[in-house]
Nanobody
Framework: QVRLVESGGGLVQAGGSLRLSCQAS????????MGWFRQAPGKGREVVSVFDWLGGEYYLDSVKGRFTISRDKLKNTVDLQMNSLKPEDTAVYYC??????????????????WGQGTQVPVSS
């Protein structure tokens, strides 16, 4: 059974930093996609950052220069370092993983597996 478990969320002040971590188990995702998504109150889920099919990094425009995604293929983990957080970053953050790449030729693909989500409230 595949499980994705996020950690590292919590209340933070604007301008602060957080590091989210996601541990996958039940399947090794070293050759397929992993990434981070978020859902703000009253809004749909959006892609924050994923690795594309060539191993490159995609970032949502609003987080470019502030967030950094990283992964450890041996440990089956993916992290998201979030700096200079803004109130508009407030959301539930989800780890997602796929049986294939999560972004191919500029197109996103939905993950096959999701974590339970971790809340990141950013106070002004």
């Amino acid at each position: 059974q595949v499980r994705l478990v996020e950690s590292g969320g919590g209340l933070v002040q604007a301008g602060g930093s957080l590091r989210l971590s996601c541990q996958a188990s039940g399947r090794n995702f070293a050759t397929s996609g992993m990434g981070w998504f978020r859902q703000a109150p009253g809004k749909g889920r959006e892609v924050v950052s994923v690795f594309d099919w060539l191993g490159g990094e995609y970032y949502l425009d609003s987080v470019k220069g502030r967030f950094t995604i990283s992964r450890d293929k041996l440990k089956n983990t993916v992290d998201l370092q979030m700096n200079s957080l803004k109130p508009e970053d407030t959301a539930v953050y989800y780890c997602g993983a796929g049986t294939g790449a999560l972004r191919v030729d500029g197109q996103h693909r939905a993950p096959n597996y999701w974590g339970q989500g971790t809340q990141v409230p950013v106070s002004s």
